[in-house]
């Protein structure tokens, strides 16, 4: 079955450590995108990728980064530098990206707690 | 300004009964793209239906239809015979014909719908 996988499905975090939370597809997607959503608010988008090897800052990209060497992974680092970085984290990915009829597809999301 | 707006925080509904979750939307583009999904507790944001601003044909898919009325810039989304699977939070998003990467794609506040047996 072709889908989004996201790991962990729960993260816990000391002060100061940084994490990683992966995101992997086999849809094929060329484009991916990481949201956070906090409690009982919409989603906003931290880092997206068009292509491998090139990724673009979203609205909060301050204290995250991102990588993409290949097509199927995008993986989200929570540096220290994050300020609030309790959240839940969702993966997306759409098949080019660059029209408005491209659907998100989303993981299932990694809950990242800050102890 | 609010490019969705989802009035609805909160909406009930009795089993087997349908139901209309409102979206009203903003956009100066001629193309655009509405989206529902469904987020279950489990946080899962799970994809329903499209609109496209140029679709003449409102969307179906299963229980879920979309009453796009472009004039009035409302995609409402009516989920009939609705069943206790269907308590979650419902997002409404957008994406405008200038986004050329989904680097805008809009979600509204939600609305938490509960379905009672």
């Known amino acids: 079955d072709g889908g989004i996988t996201q790991s962990p499905k729960y993260l816990f975090r000391k002060e100061g450590q940084n994490v990683t939370l992966s995101c992997e597809q086999n849809l094929n997607h060329d484009a991916m995108y990481w949201y956070r959503q906090d409690p009982g608010q919409g989603l906003r988008l931290i880092y997206y990728s068009q292509i491998v090897n090139d990724f673009q800052k979203g609205d909060i990209a301050e204290g995250y980064s991102v990588s993409r060497e290949k097509k199927e992974s995008f993986p989200l680092t929570v540096t220290s530098a994050q300020k609030n970085p309790t959240a839940f984290y969702l993966c997306?990915?759409?098949?080019?990206?660059?029209?408005?009829?491209?659907?998100?597809?989303f993981g299932p999301g990694t809950r990242l707690t800050v102890l | 300004a609010q490019k969705i707006t989802q009035t609805q925080p909160g909406m009930f509904v009795q089993e087997k009964e349908a139901v209309t979750l409102d979206c009203t939307y903003d956009t100066s583009d001629q193309s655009y793209g509405l989206f529902w999904y469904k987020q279950p507790s489990s946080g899962e944001m799970i994809f329903l239906i499209y609109q496209g601003s140029y679709d003449e044909q409102n969307a179906t898919e299963g229980r879920y239809s979309l009453n796009f009325q472009k004039a009035r810039k409302s995609a409402n989304l009516v989920i009939s015979a609705s069943q206790l699977g269907d308590s979650a939070m419902y997002f409404c998003?957008?994406?405008?014909?200038?986004?050329?990467?989904?680097?805008?794609?809009?979600f509204g506040p939600g609305t938490r719908l509960s379905v009672l047996p």
């Open positions: 998003a957008m994406r405008e014909g200038r986004d050329n990467y989904g680097q805008n794609f809009v």
């Open positions: 997306a990915s759409s098949i080019v990206g660059h029209s408005y009829t491209d659907t998100q597809y």
